[in-house]
């Protein structure tokens, strides 16, 4: 059994936003599971769950990543 738990340790100037505790942390303290960045500024980290949300309404309106049916496929006629 271990003593000592080994501790993520943050670099001054890097910045996370903790998806568990939903706060903005200048170097990681969570694990990397529960965490966005690293983010250049405090600012962008603020702003985390605003950015991801705008990226998956692109990504999810994006005519290239649709699954449509090509000519052939998708129909029951086999």
């Known amino acids: 059994?271990?003593?000592?738990?080994?501790?993520t340790v943050g670099k001054p100037?890097?910045?996370y936003y903790c998806l568990e505790h939903k706060k903005v942390e200048e170097g990681p303290e969570c694990p990397a599971k529960d965490r966005f960045g690293?983010?250049?500024?405090?600012?962008?980290?603020?702003h985390?769950?605003?950015?991801?949300?705008e990226?998956?309404?692109?990504w999810e309106n994006d005519p290239?990543?649709?699954?449509?049916?090509t000519a052939g496929q998708g129909t029951?006629?086999?």
Request: hydrophobic share 40%; glycine share 6%.
């Open 76 to 78: 029951d006629e086999d």
């Open 1 to 7: 059994m271990a003593v000592f738990k080994k501790r």
């Open 13 to 15: 100037g890097e910045w």
């Open 38 to 46: 690293p983010y250049a500024g405090r600012a962008e980290a603020e």
């Open 64 to 69: 290239r990543w649709h699954d449509a049916p």
């Open 55 to 58: 990226r998956n309404l692109e």
């Open 48 to 53: 985390a769950m605003a950015t991801a949300r």
